[in-house]
């Protein structure tokens, strides 16, 4: 039948997907212990022959030197170029700034792609010289802003760094052409393009920006009951009509989800420092939500409200911003 040609298909994909990928996970295992023995034990290190044999199923490709500078893996210790440290932290990438580095850092950025996670590898060597003067104006714009924003936001290099404006379109749906990075967007998702990012994925990308509270003030809804993408680049009460939508738990965990990550520093609160505050703050927020569209549902209102930075405020914290306190009122914005 029809269904079970179809099944046949489906399980001879996954079982090569399935064997495919811990033989990728084996190499990986394998070159990191390897890694270590150079580093730790007088043994001497792998040359960039060994190496490349190591790799050679890891579907990294080597980019031409017409987009290198003549640079090539002659001219890299490529054993070094297999650790994810070596563009993780905003003083190691700081540090990249001759084509060698780069070349290293492009390297150990393909080894390190996921299953599932933006671009998959890349198809061939051509492929690779498009990718890799990407990979630099991404490194470069990450150091620029992390000179911009020293001490307040760390930026980082991500699954985003090889893509092109259009690709990274399917991640957001505001474009703005001058930005760089994940601000980017375009109709809808491409075809056969980039998958989105995971929950785990945007974690660990922006979960220095936002907490998930404890089960304990959500009704038991918890990040896995949500699909963050959604959560985190289009607001989900920038409109009268979508804040009045807000009424289920997931809706509201995912308007505080939205609510932290476009805080503006300087302006309210800034981010939490853990769990425990946002435990604190979420029930503050669920009830500015519903004070809002109680607002918003008036009949003879004629002004629109909104959520804004006070909706995590206690009525305390909200003192020295409203000329006249009332403390009594519990619907105080």
Sequence with gaps: SAMSASSGINAEYGQHYYITNNLRMLLKILTAALVVVAV????????????????????????????????????????????????????????????????????????????????????D?????????????????????????????????????????????????????DQGLGVGAGPGPIPDGPAPPSNDDLMDMMGERFKIPDTSVTGGVTVDDLQLINCVFDSPYDTVEKTASIDEEREYLCAFVYFQVNKVVGEGLGYYNDVAEATMRYPLFKTCVDFVNSLNAEPDNTAEFEVNFFCDMTQEEKAPYIGTHHGDNDEEL
Excluded: W
């Design 40 to 123: 730790c034990s007088q043994a001497p290190e792998l040359n960039n022959s060994e190496v490349l044999r190591l790799i050679e199923d890891s579907d990294v490709k080597i980019p031409s030197t017409a987009v290198t500078g003549d640079v090539t893996v002659d001219d890299l210790a490529l054993l070094s170029c297999l650790s994810e440290s070596y563009y993780s932290g905003v003083e190691t990438l700081a540090e990249i700034d001759s084509e060698e580095e780069y070349l290293c850092a492009f390297i150990a950025f393909q080894f390190h792609k996921r299953e599932g996670s933006g671009l998959g590898h890349y198809a």
């Design 125 to 177: 060597v051509n492929e690779a010289d498009v990718r890799y003067p990407l990979f630099k104006h991404c490194v470069d714009y990450t150091n620029q802003l992390n000179e911009e924003h020293a001490g307040v936001t760390e930026f980082e290099v991500n699954f985003f760094c090889d893509m092109t404006d259009e690709e990274r379109g399917v991640y957001t749906h505001l474009h703005d052409p």
